[in-house]
């Protein structure tokens, strides 16, 4: 089994235990109650859990968790995430789509060739995702449009920067 984030817990809401919950795609079929979900701060250390309750507000989901019963006890996962083993995820039909957590891992390196490091995390909070690149000379945030990243390569595992001025100095 190979977990992957699904989304981070928020602040509790209210008093009887109820969570805001982030989701990195709001639109997934994964999201529903009666699910037993893994729960934890690393994808290593996770405890089975169902999802008891799940409302939506002008936010987002707000949910309530098996055993999650009070305010202190939902402040307590705070943070934690939601983890799903990959292979739940839908297949993706479309070729122009990709699951962002497939994007984790590749190398990447400008349209001349030169490397820049490794993506190691997408930020999904923003207008548009933004790559977040690590490597010998820093980190770097880099759009996911693609006039900035014209090539996604999942097979050699690598995606293609095409940098703007000023857009990989750091």
């Known amino acids: 089994m190979s977990l992957v984030s699904f989304g981070r817990f928020g602040r509790a809401h209210g008093v009887r235990g ?3 919950f982030w989701p990195h795609n709001p639109q997934s079929p ?4 009666g699910r037993a979900v893994r729960i934890g701060r690393e994808a290593g250390q996770t405890e089975l859990r169902r999802v008891e309750h799940l409302r939506f507000d002008a936010k987002g989901p707000v949910l309530t968790i098996e055993g999650v019963d009070s305010r202190e006890a939902a402040e ?5 995430e939601w983890f799903e ?6 297949p993706i039909a479309d070729p122009d789509e990709i699951y962002c957590v497939d994007l984790i891992g590749l190398e990447a390196r400008t349209v001349d060739g030169a490397p820049l490091g490794r993506v190691v995390d997408v930020m999904t909070d923003t207008a548009t995702a933004v790559l ?4 010998a000379r820093g980190q770097h945030l880099v759009p996911f449009v693609e006039a900035f990243v014209p090539r996604v390569d999942l097979a050699a595992g690598e995606v293609v920067v095409s ?3 000023g857009l990989l100095d750091g």
């Open 132 to 135: 977040v690149i690590r490597g």
């Open 163 to 165: 940098p703007i001025e």
């Open 18 to 20: 109820e969570l805001r």
């Open 85 to 90: 083993d990959r292979a739940a995820f839908a």
């Open 30 to 33: 994964l999201l529903k109650a």
């Open 76 to 80: 307590a996962l705070t943070g934690a």
